[in-house]
């Protein structure tokens, strides 16, 4: 069974930072790629990045190339997203989820986390 659990939202001025974490707390998080997708009010849910189970493989959507950087601790069974230059257009519930690589660039998982809040004021 995978639990996925986020921590690290919260509120951040235009260009600061934050990062998310996901711990899972089942014993196979290596054996799956990891993804954050985020959904703002109104708005689909969209992907944001993956990571491959080795961590040697990642994707990131357009809007968050070279401002946001997935990584993951297979020895912490956790998966970061480090956010940096905050935009007010980042805010959205950003939540981790776990499945194939493919899939999550899909918008596709076998198990999500419950989301966490991440406000950008301007």
């Known amino acids: 069974q995978v639990q996925l659990v986020e921590s690290g939202g919260g509120l951040a001025q235009a260009g600061g930072s934050l990062r998310l974490s996901c711990g899972n707390s089942g014993r196979t998080f290596s054996a799956y790629s990891m993804g954050w997708f985020r959904q703002a009010p109104g708005k689909e849910r969209e992907f944001v990045a993956v990571?491959?189970?080795?961590?040697?493989?990642?994707s990131l959507t357009d809007s968050v190339k070279g401002r946001f950087t997935i990584s993951r601790d297979n020895a912490k069974n956790t998966v970061y997203l480090q956010m940096n230059s905050l935009k007010p257009e980042d805010t959205a519930v950003y939540t981790c989820?776990?499945?194939?690589?493919?899939?999550?660039?899909?918008?596709?998982?076998?198990?999500w986390g419950q989301g966490t809040q991440v406000v950008v004021s301007s």
């Open positions: 989820a776990a499945g194939g690589y493919s899939a999550l660039v899909n918008n596709r998982a076998d198990y």
């Open positions: 990571i491959s189970g080795s961590g040697k493989l990642t």
